[in-house]
């Protein structure tokens, strides 16, 4: 009961500072409504990240983002919000798709449609996701004549979408290879470095992950991601307890960081240790449901228990959030043959 009268007086008060923001910002918004949009969107990811990590649970977001669709607080052009929440799998499926039918697009915003339909479909069966990046590029053709000359096929968000659906797909060379170009392109685009450091330590490029993780800790100390790629570099050296040391790190810094969740786990994993790997696959299952690694790590340890009815369900389990991913199909694949199905 007392957990309970917590978690609704968090609620309350989440709600009457977003209200609050929100009425303020109505005044700024007859001033000048390129930068109410801008402001709101960094405050809206603010708040998103602080409701995830409300008192460990998710319970709140629901609540905030009908509120916010309410007070109509949520514009097609908060980029940086609606990133925070797919990036962070903050959203189940359902719930991504009803964010994205909640926006209201207007004639001339189609390739905007087009890339958010990219960034939530990215986890789907291949010839949706294939179908939805040549949707994109299609967009792109028809602003292309525009004085800037620019054109979203060759967006470099665009080209990062791409690259995570190469790496959850496992095509981790060409994943690598586009990753690698987009960086020569853009050093500092994090969110390509994250991608490229996972493919990195798939494919075993030691030297790639300590240079880069080298570079990240000198540039962004205080990130989550550079204490990330160093616990990436010792994994990948095999040196799991060192690896363990800076993915905890990494959760330090932000708790909402789901790789370091996840890496934690496998670093547990991979010295045998099945019960601190299940502790921070269900950590990272309760705070992400829209990725569905921890829920494959789990029934990947179920496996090595030789407990493969309930191994079975939690790969189904993520066989339905992630569609797309061979790794399911070939640890399905083992539980038939064991089962003798």
Same mark, same amino acid.
């Given at each position: 009961m007392q957990k309970w009268m917590s978690m609704e007086m968090s609620l309350i008060m989440m709600l009457a500072v977003i209200y609050i923001l929100t009425r303020t910002l109505k005044i *700024?918004?007859?001033?000048?409504?390129?930068?109410?949009?801008?402001y709101v969107a960094r405050r809206m990811k603010h708040w998103i990240t602080v409701i995830l990590l409300a008192n460990g649970t998710r319970?709140?977001?629901?609540?905030?983002?009908?509120?916010?669709?309410l007070l109509n607080t949520i514009h097609l052009y908060m980029f940086q919000a609606i990133e925070c929440l797919v990036d962070n799998y903050m959203l189940t499926c359902e719930e991504e798709v009803e964010l994205l039918s909640s926006l209201q697009f207007g004639e001339e915003d189609g390739w905007l449609s087009a890339f958010y339909s990219c960034l939530v479909t990215k986890h789907e069966k291949e010839y949706l996701v294939e179908a939805k990046f040549?949707?994109?590029?299609?967009?792109?053709c028809s602003i292309s004549s525009s004085s800037s000359g620019e054109t979203m096929k060759n967006n470099i968000d665009v080209l990062v979408c791409k690259a995570e659906y190469y790496h959850q797909s496992g095509e981790y060379q060409k994943c690598f290879k586009l990753t690698s170009s987009l960086l020569e392109r853009d050093p500092f685009h994090l969110k390509c470095t994250l991608v490229h450091l996972a493919t990195a330590m798939e494919l075993g490029h030691c030297n790639d992950l300590y240079l880069l993780a080298c570079n990240l800790v000198k540039d962004y100390p205080q990130k989550a991601l550079s204490w990330f790629a160093v616990g990436c570099y010792y994994y990948c050296i095999k040196k799991y307890d060192q690896a363990r040391r800076y993915f905890g790190k990494a959760t330090g810094l932000d708790g909402a960081f789901p790789p370091a969740w996840i890496g934690t786990g496998i670093a547990y994993a991979a010295q045998e240790e099945g019960d601190q790997a299940m502790a921070a696959f269900r950590t990272a299952a309760r705070l992400f449901?829209?990725?569905?690694?921890?829920?494959?790590? *789990?029934? *990947?340890?179920?496996?090595?228990?030789?407990?493969?009815k309930l191994a079975e369900q939690f790969f189904t389990q993520a066989k339905s959030i992630c569609p797309s991913d061979p790794l399911i199909h070939n640890e399905l694949g083992v539980v038939a043959y064991n089962m003798k199905e």
């Open positions: *700024m918004r007859s001033i000048s409504n390129q930068l109410y949009v801008s319970q709140l977001l629901k609540p905030i983002l009908c509120v916010m669709r040549k949707e994109l590029e299609q967009e792109a449901p829209g990725c569905h690694l921890p829920t494959l790590y *789990m029934g *990947m340890q179920y496996v090595r228990m030789h407990n493969f």
